[in-house]
């Protein structure tokens, strides 16, 4: 591994310190260097406060060293805009670093290359491309949310060996182990947003609560009902997290239960219906509005196909348990309608399996398009 990859590789280690902290910015991490030295070290910890490349600065101060002269390892391009924050290529420039080194350019169509060429012009060294595919999928979901307004979509399910997520009489706890369930809660504490379906609401009142010992930010509940079919009784409307809770409804729900969600705390949007359901694209779109850049669906099958089929899904993470519940009735992972030719199938890229404890097995795949 040279010396580029390397700094490069520490610096995507800092970045991922902040998965489930900076949204709606992206994960970003820097090391400052000179020759062989680190300097200084950041990682961005969440919107509003300092950029990666600041706290690398920052830290190289503490620690008694200048950054003239230095090089600059950074997994994102470096912002020249104002936002919540200033721009950093302002102060890169102002302190002196001879060269920096980037992982992907920002995807954002505000900064997109912009500013690397602010950089080059005031002449400093630039070199990018450097682990790209790595920093890329690490600001995947920014990605999504930034280009085209809805948030990254991951399809998360347990289920048995022959694919079912309950048996025919509905019993679906449990089919996976607490090792997993753990997993599922780390997962949780990574995105943005969990989202579920009234039906599920209905039959299993959920907490969708990150919980099993991790720490981490509790992200937004979301619940899908065209018709207002969840009960005023649900824990989602009357728990601690209750102002973190979005009802994305249709005009078919009642009037009164949206105005009584609404005094209780929790979001309602309303938005276009699809005959009888809510349209799935105007759903994203407005929880991309509300600055949701990623979504973990955990719901049944139905709303799971119905994802696919509009090309909705961009990423599955199916766990495996080693039990077979077998019946017709038992509902499956995928339900819906399903495509009726195999050459219409839904593919798979970027397929990863991986062996979970107690015999469990997880499968993890972007969605083709």
């Not at 779109?285 to 196909?305: F, K, R």
């Not at 509009?310 to 017709?328: F, M, N, Q, T």
Request: proline letters at 5%; glycine letters at 10%.
């Amino acid at each position: 591994m040279g010396v580029e990859e390397q700094f490069m590789r520490r610096a995507l280690e800092l970045a991922r310190r902040g998965v489930g902290w900076t949204s709606p910015n992206p994960c970003v991490g820097a090391v400052l260097v000179r020759g062989h030295r680190v300097l200084g070290e950041g990682w961005h910890r969440g919107a509003g406060l300092p950029h990666a490349e600041i706290e690398a600065l920052q830290d190289a101060k503490r620690r008694g060293h200048t950054p003239v002269e230095a090089t600059l390892y950074v997994t994102l391009e470096p912002c020249c805009t104002q936002g919540r924050t200033p721009p950093c290529t302002e102060a890169i420039m102002a302190a002196g670093i001879r060269r920096v080194v980037v992982g992907a350019t920002d995807p954002n169509p505000r900064h997109r290359g912009r500013g690397l060429r602010m950089l080059r012009a005031a002449g400093l060294q630039v070199t990018q491309g450097v682990l790209a595919e790595e920093a890329r999928d690490l600001n995947k979901a920014f990605a999504r949310w930034i280009t085209t307004g809805r948030p990254w979509v991951i399809v998360k399910t347990a289920m048995s060996a022959d694919g079912k997520i309950a048996t025919a009489s509905g019993d679906s706890r449990w089919i996976t182990s607490v090792a997993a369930r753990t997993l599922t809660h780390r997962m949780r504490a990574e995105v943005d947003a969990l989202l579920v379906s009234a039906g599920t609401v209905v039959r299993d009142d959920p907490q969708l609560t990150v919980r099993h010992g991790v720490h981490g930010r509790q992200p937004w509940r979301v619940v899908v009902d065209a018709r207002g079919r969840s009960p005023r009784t649900a824990r989602l409307f009357r728990d601690a997290w209750r102002h973190r809770t979005v009802v994305v409804t249709t005009a078919k729900s009642s009037p009164s239960w949206r105005a009584w969600l609404a005094q209780q705390g929790v979001t309602v949007l309303v938005v276009a219906a699809d005959g009888e359901h809510v349209n799935l694209r105007a759903l994203l779109v407005a929880l991309g509005s509300l600055e949701i850049t990623s979504v973990m669906v955990e719901a049944g099958g139905d709303l799971v196909w119905a994802l696919l089929d509009a090309g909705l899904v961009d990423e599955l993470c199916w766990i495996y348990a080693p039990r077979i519940l077998g019946g017709r009735a038992a509902p499956t992972a995928v339900d819906g309608v399903g495509v009726k030719r195999v050459r219409h199938a839904i593919r798979l890229r970027k397929v990863r399996w991986e062996p979970l404890p107690d015999h469990q097995l997880m499968l993890r795949a972007e969605v083709t398009r």
